[in-house]
């Protein structure tokens, strides 16, 4: 398998971290963000959207999207655990999936970025208000579920967690705390517990 990754994007990190878990080897392609080489013909071939993580497969078939790659990888290795297979099971990590890609990226991802000041495409997409209220949405919504359960979609962790983590762990990066959010902060320290957890592609400057 053939990962095309940045080490600091989250989205590639969220692949990084359940390839870890499932303990499966891997080659790592960066991609130079800075350097557009993500609108590069070669890549847009491989994901027209021009955006990473890209996953080919064994087979040589092309992945896009870090949702769609857990999804692939959950279920090619790992049996019942990461993504089950019954219907109801299903759905309770779709919604949290479906969470992150919503008012994950658009608020508390984008809130980090452009409290940042980081200059990317996200950032650009909206305000810093709109971004805070949607990431409010989110944490209150992870709390909800987190303060009377250890995982978010079954009684062992899934990729709804891995997921809904790196974005949400990252934030206080942006000088904001989570402390109004305790069941979410001991969320965190059971995943970074775990066996086999890579740590999260901090900056350098970070304040927590
Ligand atoms: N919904 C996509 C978002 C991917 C995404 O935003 N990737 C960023 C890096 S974290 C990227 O490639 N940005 C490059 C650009 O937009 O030019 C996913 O979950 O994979």
């Not at 878990?21 to 027209?48: H, K, M, S």
């Not at 980081?118 to 919504?141: C, H, I, P, Y």
């Amino acid at each position: 398998m053939k990962l095309y990754d940045l080490e600091r994007s989250g989205n590639c990190y969220k692949i990084r971290l359940l390839l870890s878990f499932l303990g499966q080897a891997y080659e790592r392609v960066p991609v130079a963000l800075d350097e557009g080489a993500q609108r590069t013909p070669e890549f847009l071939r491989l994901n027209p959207r021009g955006q990473i993580p890209v996953l080919v497969t064994d087979e040589g078939d092309a992945i896009w999207d870090s949702t769609a790659i857990l999804v692939y990888l959950a279920r090619r290795y790992g049996g019942e655990q990461w993504l089950p297979g019954d219907p109801l099971g299903m759905a309770r990590v779709m919604q949290w999936l479906a969470l992150e890609q919503n008012e994950g990226r658009y608020g508390t991802a984008r809130a980090r970025v452009i409290g940042l000041n980081m200059k990317n495409s996200l950032s650009q997409t909206g305000s810093l208000e709109e971004s805070r209220r949607l990431a409010e949405v989110a944490f209150a919504t992870l709390e909800e579920r987190l303060a009377t359960h250890s995982w978010l979609a079954a009684d062992h962790p899934t990729i709804a967690d891995i997921a809904c983590y790196p974005y949400t762990a990252l934030f206080p990066e942006s000088g904001f705390n989570l402390d109004a959010y305790p069941a979410i902060l001991a969320w965190f320290r059971r995943l970074e517990q775990r066996p086999a957890y890579l740590a999260l592609p901090r900056r350098p400057a970070a304040r927590s």
